[in-house]
């Protein structure tokens, strides 16, 4: 036995490993099945799945994809997080010195790309899904709550296009969030807004609409970057992990992966 | 070559692109040829093609390579190549049930493997090569950052993140509380409801075209001609103050904002009548508030004469029925108003600016 081998053993049989890894490496069909139960990011797999469920051509993985581009962007967001203050004062000067300064200087670029890429991974991953007719019963509720997640990927991605805070962040964001002031009723250039007063005191102004709520002030200003900060960091992502789990729990609820009734 | 390019121009104004890109629509979708290997690799040699011939432009390149609008160039490629992937695996399920065949899901519907290792490993290996991917991605295009946020100096034209472009394009043609508010509120709406409003019970869980013919045209309609479409033209095609600039045309000097338009209410009774707007907005508007009333209920009245919707109204029943075609009549609108505005010059419908709404 050579000293890698011995070795080796010494390690696998170790109290420490073995209270971590209790199945060692799986070889026969009853450990792979152990394995998959005894470990808590595996459990969210069924021991067994269809083989045309898992055919790369019938998924496309996009769905796997979407969900590790989340990863991805939590890790990269995370430590972002570590360089970046969210004030008018120092925003801007911290993402020039995300790129000049800090170590891994690919850390923003990692981020934002992985953001653009995630916003495509989950279109296609809802056109594979309408493609495969999987929203029919019983899937109809998992449909729903995979529309609310790519709502909120829309809104992650639109958060975090103003934190750079130089001229595309903001200016994007106008035009972005200007169109929150033509929502009916409640916005102050939207239909119906001035139906709603009090005594001949309009409810619906510029201080007080849909626009108003959504960038915490008149204009693009310090109180909406610390807005949209929290909502890019805390609200949504807390929202979606939420969500993903039970669309994951939902996959398997509702028969695993879909196939030929 | 100059030529060509004028060619170009000439074919991406918005009118001639939108009209070209729904012939292309039914004409692609109505054939078996582009969807197999070879049609595929035909359309993938045009599209490469064009790219190469538009990067060799410099106006052209430096407009695609700018970071932000890379993602939409690899949106068009990839969201080709999986309508491509989608349709073929349709088709030849289709052959396969024509011939009597069961399609490829069927014949696997009973075999199972283990997770471990058959799925755990491929999930490991996709997640290294997309990781692969995207360091190389990160590595070679710098993430943009122009320079510090000024309140006072908007960039001409200032856009949307890109996936929103396509509704800052509508912008053209609705008003604000309808392309920023109703038409989005719309589209997750629509999206939520297709379960509840598709009854059709074949499609489930294989690719198939046959058997879903009307959903399936009518969803890659929206998501092909009237989203990915529109972002397009409004990153590639729109400049200073939002005019049309061809892919070949430069920016400089900018063009003044679109031509003048005429609201229906003017054109019918100033230009057409000659008798000046009556006083009272209910009158002034009523020609526009018939057109809208006919569009989403005479339409559908006019549309029951056929047989075959008649025939989906007793299978849906009522409810579902008009949710579905109030909203097909909400996305015709989009190209009703387009077109208005191409060759009338109609901008609004209805005009009301005493109660700020426009339609
Ligand atoms: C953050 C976004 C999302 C993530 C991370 C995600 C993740 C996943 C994953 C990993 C699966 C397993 C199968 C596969 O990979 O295709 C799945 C299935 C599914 N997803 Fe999503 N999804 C997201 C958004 C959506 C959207 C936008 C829709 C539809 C509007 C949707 C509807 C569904 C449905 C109905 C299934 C079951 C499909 C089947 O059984 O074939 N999801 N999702």
Known sequence: ?261 | MDSIKGLIDLAASPPVAFTLSIVVFFTLFRSRWPWTRGGGLTMLGVGVAGLVFGLSDDELRRRVAEPDNLPIVGLVFVVGFFVWLAMSKAWANDEATERGDPTLEESERDDRVLTWPDLVFVELIAAILLTVALVVWSLLVPAPLEGPANPALAPNPSKAPWYFVGLQELLVYFDPWLAGVVIPGLIVFGLLAIPYMDRNPRGNGYYTFRERRPEILLFLFGFLVLWCQLIVVGTFVRGPNWSFYGPFESWEPARVAGTATISLSEALWVRLLGVGLPGSWLLRELPGLLVVGLWFVGLPVLALRSPWLREQRERLGRVRFHTVVFLVAVMGLLPLKMYARWLFHLQDIVHLPELLLSL
Request: hydrophobic fraction near 50%; charged fraction near 15%.
């Open chain 1, 1 to 261: 036995m050579s000293w890698i081998d011995r070795l080796r053993r010494r390690v696998t049989r170790s109290q420490p490993w073995r209270a971590i890894f209790r199945v060692g490496v799986p070889t026969d069909d009853r450990k792979r099945a152990l394995a998959v139960l005894g470990n808590v990011v595996l459990h969210l797999h069924p021991i067994k799945v269809k083989r045309s469920g898992i055919r790369l051509s019938y998924t496309w993985c996009m769905g796997g994809t979407a969900f590790f581009l989340f990863l991805v962007l939590t890790v990269t967001g995370i430590l972002l997080m570590f360089y970046y203050r969210p004030t008018v004062e120092h925003a801007y000067a911290d993402i020039v010195d995300l790129r000049e300064v800090a170590a891994f200087g690919v850390l923003r670029e990692l981020h934002r790309w992985g953001a653009h890429a995630m916003v495509i991974a989950v279109w296609l991953h809802m056109f594979r899904v309408f493609m495969t007719g999987s929203y029919k019963p019983p899937r109809e509720f998992n449909w729903n709550v995979g529309v609310v997640l790519l709502v909120l990927t829309l809104l992650l991605s639109f958060t975090g296009y103003l934190l750079p805070w130089d001229q595309l962040a903001i200016w994007a964001v106008t035009v972005g969030s200007n169109m929150a002031s033509a929502t009916p009723f409640l916005g102050h250039e939207g239909p119906g807004s001035e139906l709603l007063s009090l005594g001949g005191t309009p409810l619906i102004h510029v201080g007080s609409d849909a626009r108003f709520a959504l960038i915490g002030g008149r204009t693009i200003a310090g109180g909406t970057l610390n807005r949209f900060y929290v909502l890019h960091c805390l609200a949504i992502p807390f929202i979606a992990a939420w969500l993903i789990a039970v669309h994951f729990w939902r996959v398997r609820k509702d028969g695993g992966i879909s196939g030929p009734m």
